[in-house]
């Protein structure tokens, strides 16, 4: 099943721009992480926050979780064209009785030069 | 990547038969994990395991195995009965820290 859905689907900008991109999930999470994909690449892990987080930064990222509206906000600063990649939210969800992240379907980012 | 070998990097199934596509990890993770991956989408978790001779079935185990007789190993066979095994293939690990480490997957075709 598919437990967070991010948004938007894709994202065009240019460099040096920033570039959000939201996820929505449905039940109650431990953890949500945000990766990051190459084309044609595995998945590299970029954040995790805490349930009982609300912000978290790692250099030119920001992340924002509120577990009321169950969303979260992944922000890119100051883009730059290898930023281009797909960005996946995932929750952790351990009360499903399995400790598996559960993936959105993506958003496609392109930092134009 | 990261520690975690998945091989090969292409594989092509004909019709009927079963195909095994590797994963092994030098992270001395407990947990592994399958996931699949259709173009433009999300990952779909296909069987996971927390340790050594134990694994699940995600949301999509018909027609895939699995088995995990060592910490380093868990293959993942995508049976003949797996209508629609075109896909790319990602295997992952974790320790206690809750992220998870992908290899760079294996792209499944059928001939």
């Known amino acids: 099943s598919q437990q967070g859905e991010e948004d938007p689907q894709a994202l065009s900008i240019q460099e040096g721009e920033n570039a959000t991109m939201n996820c929505s999930y449905k039940?109650?999470?431990?953890?949500l992480q945000w990766y990051r994909q190459n084309s044609g690449r595995g998945l590299v892990h970029l954040i995790l926050?805490?349930?009982?987080?609300r912000e978290k930064h790692s250099g030119r990222l920001r992340v924002t979780l509120d577990t009321s509206k169950k969303s979260s906000s992944l922000l890119i600063t100051a883009s730059r064209a290898a930023d281009t990649a797909s960005y996946f939210c995932?929750?952790?969800?351990?009360?499903?009785?399995?400790?598996?992240?559960?993936f959105g379907s993506g958003t496609r980012l392109q930092v134009q030069p | 990547d990261g520690g975690i070998t998945q091989s090969p990097k292409y594989l092509f199934r004909k019709e009927g038969q079963n195909v095994t596509l590797s994963c092994e990890q030098n992270?001395?993770?407990?947990?592994m994990y399958w996931y699949r991956q259709d173009p433009g989408q999300g990952l779909r978790l296909i069987y996971y395991?927390?340790?050594?001779?134990?694994?699940q079935k995600g949301d999509i185990a018909e027609g895939y195995s699995v088995s995990r007789e060592k910490k380093e190993s868990f293959p993942l066979t995508v049976t003949s009965a797996q209508k629609n095994p075109t896909a790319f293939y990602l295997c992952?690990?974790?320790?206690?820290?809750?992220?998870?480490?992908f290899g760079a997957g294996t792209r499944l075709s059928v001939l």
């Open positions: 995932a929750t952790d969800a351990w009360d499903t009785g399995r400790r598996a992240l559960t």
């Open positions: 992952a690990s974790s320790g206690g820290m809750g992220n998870k480490h």
């Open positions: 992270l001395n993770h407990d947990a």
């Open positions: 039940t109650s999470i431990n953890n």
């Open positions: 926050i805490r349930s009982n987080e």
């Open positions: 395991s927390q340790i050594v001779n134990d694994f």
